[in-house]
């Protein structure tokens, strides 16, 4: 499928648009699934899935075709990824620019941001998050981006402290 949507981008958008609007049914997941990609295996890098492929402007006009609905959906389905490699969209911030002032769209976010898996203390998995996520707030400057940012980051702190006792106890 995603050679396909390499070659006709458009027209395929077109196509799985229809199945990702409500009801959102075991296609729709399936999809959007697909649509996301996967973390690595025991890692906190994301290899992002086929959204990539459709042009960004494609994806922005279905979701202004019913923002109430489709701003947060999107967010459980872009890639969980801070970027700023030259070329390349990062979704999650593009997203926040235009809707982060909608908390289901914030909270969706950050609930895709909490997916992935690892192997070790949990305390480590969230703090190479939190390195990131920090690294990335240095040089942003968009008001949502930022917002988002920050209670990312005291969450994911938040979470590292709660770990850390609870590691302490089991004595990881």
């Known amino acids: ?3 396909i949507a390499q070659l006709y981008p458009e027209q395929v958008w077109g196509q799985i648009s229809e199945y990702i609007n409500p009801p ?3 296609r729709a997941y399936g999809i959007t699934h697909w649509l996301r990609g996967e973390p690595e295996t ?3 890098e994301v290899n992002p899935g086929p959204i990539i492929i459709f042009p960004i402007e494609l994806i922005w ?3 202004e075709g019913d923002v109430s609905q489709r701003s947060w ?3 459980t389905f872009v890639p969980p990824l801070l970027h700023r490699d030259e070329g390349k969209v990062c979704w999650a911030r593009e997203l926040l620019i235009r809707y982060g ?3 289901k769209v914030r909270n969706n976010l950050y ?3 909490g997916t992935g898996s690892w192997s070790g203390p949990t305390s480590n998995y969230l703090n190479r998050k939190r390195e990131i996520a920090v690294a990335f707030r240095k040089d942003e400057t968009h008001p949502n981006v930022k917002k988002w940012l920050d209670d990312y980051i005291d969450n994911l702190e938040q979470g590292i402290q709660k770990e850390k006792i609870s590691e302490e106890r089991d004595d990881f």
Do not use: E, P, Q
């Open 24 to 26: 959102y049914d075991s």
């Open 42 to 44: 025991f890692g906190t």
């Open 101 to 103: 002032g909608l908390i």
């Open 111 to 113: 609930a895709n941001f």
């Open 73 to 75: 959906y999107l967010a």
């Open 61 to 63: 006009r279905w979701v």
């Open 1 to 3: 499928m995603a050679k």
